[in-house]
């Protein structure tokens, strides 16, 4: 084959390139044709590197039969890595046979401080070495040698019959067989980064040693990986010197009688056997008798009619991406879908909309799919640049002249026609990105995004093209692949590549709406989606679009106040430090702290002592630690939420107007950016001052806060069917209360004092999260016995509280995910995980989605119907705000007391549980005012 090779260095290249280094491009004369090569790969070494690299994620590269592939993924990755920019003309991957080998034989302690081989790498080397033979490379073994051997002995043959030789290890003891043809690359930080071993740099390593010399470096100083000896009180340094000297082991060992008496001498007369068991242990053999030769070798090229199957059998989802933007074609693979369909379907029909053909476009019905390209993900102020509509019997026809969508053209009254079934993605953003444009979005029936959500909560990808991968769909590249990312993102100029990725997005939705949709009716998740989630992403979009008015002036005048604050705090920690120092800084912070004032450090970092806010916390009362908090929580209200709000200020309409994510949280519950107005705090007073700034749009409005009171408690309550749980909130009782009566020993007729109703508190909100002794005690201030015992104590009183929490993980371990009341899964991948913090992290979480999402569910519940009331009773109330338990209205004072009414009786009865729901409302003149 046509390669060429630069003489000083040895690297390849193909021909049509030049050698590129940093000082310009490799004269023409420094390059010479190459000689043919052979590619030699360390199965066993890379494979345990593999594993290893990813080893903290085990637990979560599984397939969906329950093979770990860990190292699969990460083997995959080198030989793609080497083979496709390499080509060779003979590949081998060598494996070891066994632990027993000719070296075990003459040292039975031979690698015996090994470990065994973990289960999970036990079970990948099987489908390894399968992925070996589907890349076209040549797979063997030879029982009582290892993989070294098999490699230095073909290495040799090769050099010999003119090859030139590439060795892929991880293992450094390989470097012994380097020569002006062999090259030795060496894996290191995993997988990922490689070195690239030629004499010279065996040379410069070795203080000019020939790589054969390794072997007597690795005699002298022993190996502990492999376990064998060297000699004793020989270190590196100390071989490295002594082999410079004599060259080698044997001629050492000639002149040993000439060296001067020292206890060096003594060490290596005492340790000749050692030293030179140790050099033949560390020899890799060039002859072992191995039964293939060369031309066994032939490199043939992935077969790629095998290979397809093989990654889906393993979920690569990437490499199939990969192999399908090259061309080849990827069938459904049948363990990801319940219905059959043209998933080989690329043959894509999207053409420009012209004058002429928008008679085409106006003859669209019964089903479309629509997408709307925006130039910024936040479509409230982004600017729409293509859009294309179509389906597979008629075609799709793309544009990136947004006026056919605000003129009275085909394709807005088709967008309006309710009749017209309308497959989109993300279909929040298109109706609020519509509405900007004039344009009532009609008759939406499937949301990609959305159904593709609720089918995993794990993959909550905001891209098509991803999405559609995790679908089995490869007809359709990401955005990143087309435009670019960041700095680099561009829309492509030539309309042809533009609506090409545009068209594709369109057919991908239209291709995934029938087998998405028959899963969610096999979960039993078709209600969820008609009725709760779907309806939920027009009410939303009206939130967003309507937005809350923001008093500008209100949070000018609490910016200069907190101005004044953090400066009287700042002198106040000057003066209490004694000097003045940069307060933000972590570094002169720790000093100050624990240098110059002596307290006692808790925790340390690689730069300093930390002073995060958990470890000021635990500090104590100490006064400069208390200023210290205070004015970091004070500067974060002014930077996030002041300064924050200021800035999002819509100036043509005084308002705010956030982003809820519908698709982002595990548990369902709605998310809130660009402002996130679910995180004002509350806890301080200069937080909940943020809220006065939140008023209604009109002067003769008011603003209604409608809660659910401990929502969560009373789905736990329900969910357990504990009778004592559900008899507190039956019969009214203050839960906290009556949960400390019970865990506490407190009769009746005694009251309850305050610090143990809040422990009674964090014991119940504990339980619904899975919260453990250590946790408990963290929290609520008293030992781990304490807090084991008062755990033990609550599951004696709530008994089915208990039941159901070992039930539900049991569950969980058997289906692989838990469900809330609305039947919106969880899965939870790490339930029976070997480590224990992903175990037990994935049991707490069993416990807690069915009740957190649960009440996800019933807040949903409550917006789409209170949203229908008041349409119903033709008010002018708009619902401005979701914050998780909480909603939040502007109406006309004189509609108030009716809203408030409305509103309180239809979320209190939303959703019938063995347990009454209780909203709480208020009335004011601000946000800050109905609290």
């Known amino acids: 084959m046509a390669l060429f090779v630069c003489k000083g260095c040895h690297h390849y290249l193909n021909s049509d390139k030049l050698l590129v280094e940093k000082k310009g491009i490799l004269p023409r004369n420094e390059i010479i044709m190459a000689k043919p090569t052979l590619l030699l790969i360390d199965g066993n070494s890379l494979a345990f590197r593999a594993f290893y690299a990813l080893i903290n994620q085990v637990d979560r590269f599984v ?71 589907l890349h076209g490379i040549k797979s063997y ?77 690795k005699g002298l100083q022993g190996d502990t990986s492999d376990n064998y000896p060297g000699v004793a009180g020989i270190g590196p340094k100390t071989a490295l010197k002594l082999i410079k000297q004599y060259h080698s082991i044997p001629e050492m060992y000639e002149q040993i009688d000439e060296m001067k008496a020292s206890k060096q001498k003594e060490k290596l007369v005492n340790g000749k056997q050692d030293a030179m068991l140790s050099r033949d242990l560390a020899k890799i053999l060039t002859d072992a008798p191995v039964t293939i030769s060369l031309s066994d070798l032939n490199y043939h090229g992935p077969d790629y009619e095998n290979i397809i199957p093989f990654y889906q059998h393993l979920d690569f ?17 049948g363990h990801t879908k319940d219905a059959e369909f043209d998933i080989n379907n690329t043959t894509l029909d999207v ?47 793309a544009s990136r002249d947004i006026d056919l969508l605000t003129q009275n053209s085909p394709v807005k009254r088709i967008l309006e026609d309710s009749t017209i079934l309308k497959n989109v993605f993300n279909a929040k953003e298109l109706y609020v990105s519509l509405k900007r444009l004039g344009i009532a979005l009609k008759g939406v029936s499937f949301d990609l995004l959305l159904v593709s959500y609720l089918l995993d909560t794990n993959d909550n990808n905001n891209d098509l093209g991803a999405l559609a991968h995790d679908n089995d769909y490869y007809a359709v590249m990401t955005d990143e692949e087309v435009y670019g990312k960041g700095a680099k ?40 989606y008609e009725d709760i989630e779907l309806p939920l992403t027009k009410i939303l979009a009206d939130m967003e679009s309507t937005g809350i008015t923001v008093d500008s002036e209100q949070l000018l005048q609490m910016r200069s106040k907190l101005t004044e604050r953090l400066s009287e705090l700042e002198q106040k920690i000057y003066q209490q430090a004694g000097h003045e120092f940069n307060i933000q800084s972590p570094k002169q912070l720790g000093v100050v702290l624990f240098e110059e004032m002596k307290y006692t450090p808790i925790k340390k970092t690689k730069t300093g002592y930390s002073t995060s806010v958990e470890v000021l916390e635990k500090m104590g009362d100490v006064p400069i630690v208390e200023s210290i908090l205070a004015y970091r929580q004070v500067a974060k209200i002014q930077s996030t939420y002041v300064e924050g709000l200021l800035r999002v200020i819509h100036g043509s309409d005084s308002k705010v107007h956030t982003r809820y994510l519908q698709t982002l949280t595990q548990t369902g519950r709605l998310s809130s950016v660009d402002p996130n107005l679910q995180n004002i705090p509350v806890r301080i007073e200069e937080g909940r001052q943020i809220r006065k700034a ?102 004696d009183q709530y008994p089915d509280v208990k039941k159901w929490s070992d039930d539900i993980i049991a569950s969980a371990r058997e289906t692989g995910y838990v469900e809330t ?94 347990v009454p729901l209780l909203v709480s409302s208020h009335v004011g003149a601000s946000w800050y005012d109905a609290k």
């Open 63 to 133: 397939n969906h039969e329950g093979l770990h592939t860990n190292a699969l993924v990460g083997f995959n990755n080198l030989l793609d890595g080497i083979i496709d920019p390499f080509n060779p003309d003979l590949a081998l991957v060598a494996w070891d046979a066994g632990k027993t080998t000719f070296r075990t034989g003459k040292f039975d302690n031979y690698k015996g401080n090994r470990d065994n081989t973990p289960q999970e790498l036990v079970e990948q080397f099987e489908p390894l070495r399968k992925m070996v033979e």
């Open 141 to 217: 073994e030879l029982p009582g040698f290892e993989a070294d051997d098999i490699i230095g002995t073909m290495a040799r043959l090769g050099e010999e019959n003119g090859y030139s030789v590439t060795i892929v290890t991880g293992d450094r003891d390989m470097t012994q067989l380097v020569s002006d043809d062999i090259t030795v690359w060496v894996t290191k930080k995993g997988i990922s980064e490689i070195d690239h071993y030629t004499p010279a740099m065996i040379a410069e390593l070795y203080d000019g040693l020939e790589p054969k010399q390794i072997v007597d470096i």
């Open 317 to 333: 989802k990437a490499q199939l991406v990969k192999l399908a933007n090259q061309g080849y074609t990827v069938p459904t693979s």
């Open 351 to 397: 053409s420009a909309i012209t004058p002429a053909s928008l008679a085409h476009v106006s003859q669209l019905k019964d089903t479309v799919s629509f997408y709307l390209e925006l130039d910024n993900e936040n479509y409230h102020i982004a600017n729409p640049i293509g859009f294309v509509i179509g389906n597979q019997a008629d075609g799709y026809f």
């Open 489 to 528: 993102f561009a829309i492509p100029a030539a309309d042809a590549d533009f609506f090409e990725h545009l068209g594709r997005k369109a057919m991908a939705i239209n291709l995934l709406r029938e087998p998405l949709l028959d899963r969610l009716l096999s979960h039993e998740q078709t209600k969820l």
């Open 694 to 795: 939140f008023v209604p749009s009109h002067s003769d409005w008011q603003i209604l806060s409608a809660d659910y009171s401990q929502i969560e408690l009373r789905v736990l309550a329900h969910i357990t069917g504990d009778k004592n749980l559900q008899a507190a909130f039956i019969n009214g009782e203050d839960i906290h209360a009556a949960t400390a009566r019970r865990i506490f020993g407190i009769k009746d007729d005694e009251p309850v004092e305050g610090n143990v109703r809040r422990q009674a508190k964090a014991v119940n909100f504990g339980i619904v999260y899975g919260i453990s002794d250590f946790g408990l005690s963290k929290n609520i201030g008293v030992s781990r016995k304490e807090a084991k015992a008062i755990i033990e104590t609550y599951f």
């Open 821 to 914: 009341i609305a039947h919106r899964r969880r899965y939870l991948p790490d339930i029976k995980a070997k480590r224990f913090n992903a175990r037990s992290f994935a049991e707490r979480t069993a416990m807690n989605s069915p009740i957190q999402g649960s009440a996800a569910d019933i807040i949903k519940i409550a917006m789409i119907k209170v949203q229908a009331a008041i349409e119903q009773a033709g008010m002018q109330a708009h619902m401005l705000l979701q914050v998780h338990d909480e909603l939040i209205f502007e109406a006309p004072a004189s509609e108030m007391a009716d809203l408030e009414k409305l509103v309180t009786k239809v979320m209190d009865s939303a959703v019938k549980l063995d």
